[in-house]
T-cell receptor, first 111, second 114 residues
Framework: DAKTTQPTSMDCAEGRAANLPCNHSTISGNEYVYWYRQIHSQGPQYIIHGLKNNETNEMASLIITEDRKSSTLILPHATLRDTAVYYCIVRVAIRSEKLTFGTGTRLTIIP | GAVVSQHPSRVICKSGTSVKIECRSLDFQATTMFWYRQFPKQSLMLMATSNEGSKATYEQGVEKDKFLINHASLTLSTLTVTSAHPEDSSFYIC??????????FGDGTRLSIL
């Protein structure tokens, strides 16, 4: 699986959009970009994934650059409950493919 | 949808005992389940991958005789930590996946061995 690079930590004011970047310059053509988050003492929560088109769901938006070497997860209106470690992971989408977790970005939402 | 239930959420037991952790996919059939371990202030590390009806595939450095995995059905996988010792104390997390869908995780089991 391609490696990803994320900032170690970020702060965001409550109510503002939180933009979390991820670099994955060695991504292969058949690898998807997945985002998960882990709130303290809980299991990771799936957020969103995409291949090359931008994606949006009820939780977030995923913007993938045209060359697919980087992406940004956008939480449109951050709340205190969005404080968590966010993981960007690239992998092929077949069922037996494991997720390799890096260190992620620790996002703190400030009141 | 895509709910994964893990039980128990916390267990404390004496050194030398065996502990069983259950992972269930409640609203979908999981053809593949994964078991992860997370030590304090560290990221998740995959321990093993299991497909229903076949033997689990363990990651390098994970003792298969110590961490027994059974994936008996499409909705249930169990991890048994045999003869647990204090160094096995950790946060154990399972995930489940059906074909081409994202992995969904349980809420984890915090294991403390005294």
């Amino acid at each position: 699986d391609a490696k990803t690079t994320q900032p170690t930590s970020m702060d965001c004011a409550e109510g503002r959009a939180a933009n979390l970047p991820c670099n994955h310059s060695t991504i292969s053509g058949n690898e998807y970009v997945y985002w998960y988050r882990q709130i303290h003492s809980q299991g990771p929560q799936y957020i969103i994934h995409g291949l090359k088109n931008n994606e949006t769901n009820e939780m977030a938006s995923l913007i993938i650059t045209e060359d697919r070497k980087s992406s940004t997860l956008i939480l449109p209106h951050a709340t205190l409950r969005d404080t968590a470690v966010y993981y960007c992971i690239v992998r092929v989408a077949i069922r037996s493919e494991k997720l390799t977790f890096g260190t992620g970005t620790r996002l703190t939402i400030i009141p | 949808g895509a709910v994964v239930s893990q039980h128990p959420s916390r267990v404390i037991c004496k050194s030398g005992t065996s502990v069983k952790i259950e992972c269930r996919s409640l609203d979908f059939q999981a053809t593949t389940m994964f078991w992860y371990r997370q030590f304090p202030k560290q990221s998740l590390m995959l321990m093993a991958t299991s497909n229903e009806g076949s033997k689990a595939t363990y990651e390098q450095g994970v003792e298969k005789d110590k961490f027994l995995i059974n994936h008996a059905s499409l909705t249930l996988s169990t991890l048994t930590v045999t003869s647990a010792h204090p160094e096995d104390s950790s946060f154990y997390i399972c995930s489940a996946q059906s074909n081409f869908q994202p992995q969904h995780f349980g809420d984890g089991t915090r294991l403390s061995i005294l």
